[in-house]
C-alpha cells in the first residue's frame, strides 16, 4: 500500500514538502475490511482517524505521466488510515494491524471517471470531525500516480491512499467512525 502525506490544501509549500519526504509505504497485515474493527494497537498513545479515498491500480504502472495516469486506476473506495502518534516513521505508525480500513466497495473506474471533485465526511459518534473536497487534496490522484511510479513500479490490486484534510482527531475504545465519499459510498467502523 501506499500513502500520502496528511496535508490539506494544495498551496506550493506543502507539496515540497511532499515531494521531499515522499510517500510511504503501509504494511499490507494493516489492511482489513468493512466488518471487521480497528483495533487499538497503542492505547497508551493517541491514535487518529484519517478520511482518505483510496485508488486501486488495475495494471503495470512505472513513470506513467499525470495526463494518463487515470488510466491505470481499476477503480476507488472509502479508506480509514488511522495513525498512532509518536516519534517512529510514519510507515511504521501507520501499519500496525487493522490501522487500514478499506470498503464497503469498489467503484471502477468507468462509474467514476473524474475524482476530482467529490465531497466527502467522518463522523466519530455523530458528531463531524473532517469534511472536504477531493479537489482540496494537495496532489491529485493522477499526480500522486505519477509521483509513486517515478520512484517505484506499481502493480494491480496496489493501493494509494490520498491524504486526508484537516480535522483529523483522536479516537479511543468504543468509538463508531462513519466515513463516506459521494460517489463512492459509505463505511461504519467500530473501535475496539
Known sequence: MRDQVD???????????IRDIGLFLKASSSLIGPSDRVVIGKPERRNDHEIELAVVIGRIAKNVPAAEALDYVAGYAVALDMTVRGPEDRSFRKSLDTYSVLGPWLVTADELPDPACLDFELTVNGLTRQKANTRDLVLSVSELIEFASSFYTLHPGDLIFTGT???????????RIVAGIDGVGSITIDVA
Open 7 to 17: 496535508l490539506h490544501h494544495g498551496n506550493e509549500a506543502h507539496m515540497r514538502q
Open 165 to 175: 484534510p484537516e480535522g483529523v482527531g483522536p479516537v479511543e475504545r468504543g468509538d
